[in-house]
């Protein structure tokens, strides 16, 4: 139990680490016209494939993991 109480700051840090990254990778890079109301995807349906839809389940799950490692720093 004093091995997870000394490495549990570290996994916490890395989990957000990783999570900012998987964030940051998701941006779709809008451009201006975005942002008043002028985006490609607005009319039709958009679905993930390939490795978006990889990235977005990875983050899912980080997500989770961080959740988790921050009630387990409660409780520990």
Do not use: C, H, W
């Given at each position: 139990?004093?091995?997870?109480?000394?490495y549990?700051?570290?996994?916490?840090?890395?989990?957000?680490l990783?999570?900012?990254?998987?964030?940051?990778?998701?941006?779709?890079?809008?451009?201006?016209?975005?942002?008043?109301?002028?985006?490609n995807?607005?009319?039709?349906f958009?679905?993930?494939?390939?490795?978006e839809k990889?990235?977005?389940?990875?983050?899912?799950?980080?997500?989770?993991?961080?959740?988790l490692?921050?009630?387990a720093?409660?409780?520990?």
């Open positions: 139990m004093e091995t997870l109480l000394a549990l700051p570290y996994i916490q840090i890395a989990l957000a990783l999570l900012i990254t998987g964030i940051v990778l998701q941006n779709r890079g809008a451009s201006l016209g975005g942002a008043f109301g002028g985006d995807f607005a009319s039709t958009y679905k993930r494939r390939g490795a990889f990235l977005f389940n990875a983050t899912v799950v980080l997500a989770v993991l961080f959740v490692a921050a009630i720093g409660l409780f520990v």
